[in-house]
């Protein structure tokens, strides 16, 4: 196998993280696209992000309280 056949992708710790992170929203309700942008935004809390949903809360305001 040649280099050029090889394609190495390092993943980070922050990646891992952001991935972990964008499943869980998607997982608590959020569209695939929210979840990554939420999940790449470290200021938003994870927990209060799924909270909203759980508590009734749509997603556009969840989204809006959010960011």
């Known amino acids: 196998m040649t280099a050029a056949e ?9 990646d891992r993280v952001e991935s972990w992170r964008a499943e869980e929203l998607i997982r608590a ?4 696209n929210d979840a990554i942008s939420l ?3 470290h200021d938003i809390d994870l927990h209060e ?3 909203l949903l ?3 809360c749509p997603i556009e305001l969840a989204l809006d309280i959010l960011i």
């Not at 309700?29 to 695939?32: A, F, H, R, V």
Request: proline share 5%.
């Open 6 to 14: 090889l394609h190495v992708v390092e993943e980070t710790e922050i």
């Open 29 to 32: 309700g959020y569209d695939p």
């Open 39 to 41: 999940a790449a935004r």
């Open 49 to 51: 992000a799924v909270e």
């Open 54 to 56: 759980d508590k009734g």
